[in-house]
């Protein structure tokens, strides 16, 4: 156990459903990732948030919303997804935001999208 | 552009022999460089950071090297067991990452040690 966990581990959703991911880290930590890992594809970092508050958001489309209600827990918001964003999507926690800081990853949600 | 590869093909060695994993970037000097490894259905787990005025680092039977000159970074694992068999994944700061915690990742190479 690394101190993240991730729910649902598994979804499979249609191109029209609205759906969430929920990441929650107890660890203390001050900044969350999403990540989406495809097949045969580097982790690509979505998003950071540093105490709650959004730093990265790296060109992602605006069907992937993300929300931060606090320093514990990290969302993603999914609406008219398309197939080829199916993929594990993985969140991941550190104490600060500085460099070298050790990242804490959870277990990842499969997403399939039909 | 900054690129990391990894070896895409996977490394099978017998048990007990040292696996050694090549990381190779390009275009860029990175400050540090970190390595991680990943189990099927899991996220990756944090390893090691070497950094760029350090050869070397060990943890346990773990051993890094940072090569700056040839932009490579070596992991080794001594006495490999069959449950070292994961992904291991290495990263690195973008060149543009500033005074942030971004990484960029490679690939990943897939190690397996047949008992």
């Known amino acids: 156990e690394t101190g993240v966990t991730q729910t649902p581990r598994h979804l499979v959703m249609g191109m029209t459903n609205k759906k969430s991911l929920k990441c929650e880290q107890h660890?203390?930590?001050?900044?969350m990732y999403w990540y989406k890992q495809s097949a045969k594809k580097p982790l690509e970092l979505m998003f950071v948030y540093n105490f709650k508050e959004q730093t990265e958001n790296n060109s992602v489309p605006s069907r992937f919303s993300p929300e931060c209600p606090n320093s514990s827990h990290l969302f993603l918001h999914l609406h008219t997804l398309q197939p080829e964003d199916s993929a594990l999507y993985l969140c991941a926690s550190s104490l600060g935001y500085r460099p070298e800081t050790e990242q804490y990853f959870g277990p990842g949600t499969r997403l399939t999208v039909t | 552009s900054q690129k990391i590869e990894q070896n895409s093909e996977a490394l099978n060695i017998q048990e007990g022999k040292t696996a050694t994993l090549t990381c190779n970037y390009t275009?860029?000097?990175?400050?540090?460089l970190q390595w991680y490894r990943q189990d099927p259905g899991r996220g990756p787990v944090f390893l090691l950071l070497i950094r760029e005025n350090e050869k070397e680092k060990r943890k346990e039977r773990l051993k890094v090297t940072f090569d700056t000159t040839l932009k490579q970074s070596l992991f080794h694992i001594t006495a490999s067991q069959p449950a070292d068999s994961a992904t291991y994944l290495c990263?690195?700061?973008?060149?543009?990452?500033?005074?942030?915690?971004?990484?960029?990742f490679g690939t990943g190479t897939l190690l397996a040690v047949q008992p």
């Open positions: 660890l203390g930590h001050n900044a």
């Open positions: 275009n860029y000097s990175p400050a540090y």
């Open positions: 990263a690195l700061p973008p060149p543009y990452g500033g005074a942030t915690n971004k990484l960029i």
